[in-house]
């Protein structure tokens, strides 16, 4: 899905069919059945940004709001440009389930490896 956010271009997001019914069907557990799934990303360190998601009841003045269908993805104005050309999915296995985010795109931050700090830097 793609949208004009105003002064970034484009914002693609693309978000599974199984992710989009998942986040769907957690908002109506929750009571939420009018209520946005919020992506944002946390931190950097060594690893980059790290993605997280939430259930919201409303977006803030500076979000973004994507509407996919019965759900709408909403992202915060700092996480937007990390956000761009992300890919969400739901994943199933044996021990383990849950959203997953990964973003090929999303601009690098920070020192020697990324993300801030000075490992791999030579002294």
């Known amino acids: 899905m793609a949208m004009d956010v105003a002064g970034t271009g484009t914002l693609e997001v693309s ?3 199984k992710a989009r019914q998942k986040a ?3 908002l109506k557990e929750r009571d939420l059945a009018d209520g946005l799934l919020r992506v944002f990303v946390m931190g950097g360190g ?3 940004v790290q993605y997280g998601m939430a259930l919201s ?3 803030d003045e500076d979000d973004t709001v994507l509407a996919l269908g019965q ?3 909403v992202v915060d104005s700092q996480s937007l440009p990390f ?3 992300a890919q969400i999915d739901f994943m199933e296995e044996d021990l383990k389930s849950g959203f997953t ?3 090929s795109n999303a601009p690098q931050v ?3 490896c990324g993300g801030g700090c000075s490992c791999g830097a030579r002294q």
Request: some cysteine; charged content about 10%.
């Open 46 to 48: 060594c690893s980059g």
């Open 57 to 59: 009841q409303e977006a």
């Open 15 to 17: 978000v599974s069919e």
């Open 83 to 85: 956000v761009h050309g």
């Open 24 to 26: 769907i069907d957690l």
């Open 71 to 73: 759900l709408s993805l």
């Open 101 to 103: 985010i990964t973003n």
């Open 110 to 112: 920070g020192g020697g």
